[in-house]
């Protein structure tokens, strides 16, 4: 059973371009979340999911960001018109229920140069 | 509303002992430990689900009060593979994962 598997790993882009990350959850996972975290810094809180609805993006800045997990394929953070400040490492981590043990990917490290 | 973990950084010397609390001011469904090394993913260590369980493997356990408000993670004869930064989970009733902001363990020889 694969892990979680985001990609991909490492992103530059160049500032007003669009990033795309994807996750695919462990199988039998219908739960995702996603995290941005600076350097040094802890893992804040973005958008949790479940397939093909969005249950809270409190954590998510209104504007440039959206996120999807549709019935088939990975889940899709989307910053659009990236800005200098959006360079972090962004983690998703799967469960297969509510409140259950979630497993992290490897993340994407984000670059805006 | 993110849980309150002490203390912020911790520097043992190999084969010391180490304790991380993790606290919140109302009860929590489950609570869950993770470590990180730098550069890397955080790694989920284990669970709690009942209060007063305590639970763990090789020299890591951890203990989750009768209130359900506050573990400790406990890390006995420390080795320098411990060093990382740990973290508390918790779920909040809308299902929502949400950590503390993580205590940074260096394990020196």
């Known amino acids: 059973n694969a892990g979680v598997m985001q990609n991909p790993r490492h992103l530059v882009r160049r500032r007003g371009q669009e990033a795309r990350l994807r996750c695919s959850p462990m199988k039998g996972h219908s739960h995702v979340y996603w995290y941005r975290q600076l350097p040094e810094e802890g893992l804040k809180f973005m958008v949790y999911?479940?397939?093909?609805?969005?249950?809270?993006e409190s954590g998510m800045p209104k504007e440039r960001f959206s996120a999807e997990f549709p019935k088939e394929g990975p889940s899709i953070l989307r910053i659009q018109q990236v800005v200098r400040g959006d360079s972090a490492a962004y983690f998703c981590a799967s469960s297969p229920y509510t409140a259950d043990e979630a497993f992290f990917g490897q993340g994407t490290r984000l670059t805006v140069v | 509303q993110q849980p309150v973990q002490s203390p912020q950084a911790v520097i043992l010397r190999e084969g010391e002992d180490a304790v991380i609390n993790c606290s919140s001011s109302?009860?929590?469904?489950?609570v869950h430990w993770y470590r990180q090394k730098h550069g890397e993913a955080p790694v989920f260590l284990m669970i709690l689900l009942k209060g007063g369980e305590q639970k763990g493997h090789d020299k890591i356990s951890a203990s989750f009060n009768e209130k359900k408000q506050q573990s400790s993670l406990y890390l006995t004869a420390s080795q320098l593979s411990y060093s990382g930064t740990y973290f508390c989970g918790a779920y909040n009733q809308g299902g929502k994962l949400i950590f503390g902001q993580g205590t940074e363990l260096s394990v020196k020889p």
């Open positions: 109302k009860a929590l469904y489950s």
């Open positions: 999911l479940q397939k093909e609805n969005i249950i809270d």
